[in-house]
């Protein structure tokens, strides 16, 4: 059974630095095709990707977002790290991290941990 | 950059068919993927490239893409079904649509 799940601080101020971590399991960041990736979703509207971080360790992000965020893995702890600076208001939402198998049809979310909200607020 | 369109709302009566549209420029030419999302929960992956089911989601659940509309298909709609939908395709960067909630009378 594939799971994953989120941790880090529930508050952040403004212009801090974020620091999230996915803890996954039933699946290895070792074998070929497989990715993690990190979406947003701030209250009440829609879906927002961040970043993928691949088995390879080939590394995606947000166009938007790019300059603000790094995405780093330790597979020896199932774990990958997202961290994104210069926290603003603007941020406070639901980030998750996902599951995302590359494959020659396409890239796809699933599944996806439970979630974590962040509230950016001084 | 590339953008994709969802209606805000679909209602449907109980038992019958929504359809749930997702519009892109030539989004035919793309892999286009599903998500359900009830209140309070992660997303859940409904269809992925256009029209494969995961293990798990009931065969009421089907999808189409052709020309610049993306389509997600709901048979015998059921109140568990209340939620939002979310379409998803790669293009150059991964973009999702704004999410079409769906109401079921």
């Known amino acids: 059974q594939v799971t994953l799940r989120e941790s880090g601080p529930a508050l952040v101020k403004p212009t801090q630095t974020l620091t999230l971590t996915c803890t996954f399991s039933g699946f290895s960041l070792t074998t070929s095709g497989m990715c993690v990736s990190w979406i947003r979703q701030p209250p009440g509207k829609a879906l927002e990707w961040l970043a993928r971080i691949d088995w390879d360790n080939d590394r995606h992000y947000s166009t938007s977002l790019k300059t603000r965020l790094t995405i780093s893995k330790d597979t020896s702890k199932n774990q990958v790290v997202l961290i994104m600076t210069n926290m603003d208001p603007a941020d406070t939402a639901t980030y998750y991290c996902?599951?995302?198998?590359?494959?020659?049809?396409?890239?796809?979310?699933?599944?996806w941990g439970q979630g974590t909200l962040v509230t950016v607020s001084s | 950059s590339y953008e994709v369109t969802q209606t805000l709302s679909v209602s449907v009566a109980l038992g019958q068919t929504a359809i749930i549209t997702c519009g892109g420029n030539?989004?035919?030419?793309?892999?286009v993927h599903w998500y359900q999302q009830k209140p309070g929960q992660a997303p859940v992956l409904v269809i992925y490239s256009n029209t494969n089911r995961p293990s798990g989601i009931p065969e009421r659940f089907s999808g189409s893409n052709s020309g610049n509309t993306a389509t997600l298909t709901i048979s015998r709609a059921q109140g568990g079904d209340e939620a939002d939908y979310y379409c998803?395709?790669?293009?150059?960067?991964?973009?999702f649509g704004g999410g079409t909630k769906l109401t079921v009378l």
């Open positions: 996902a599951r995302t198998p590359r494959t020659s049809v396409g890239n796809w979310f699933d599944p």
């Open positions: 030539n989004i035919g030419d793309k892999g």
């Open positions: 998803q395709v790669w293009h150059t960067s991964v973009v």
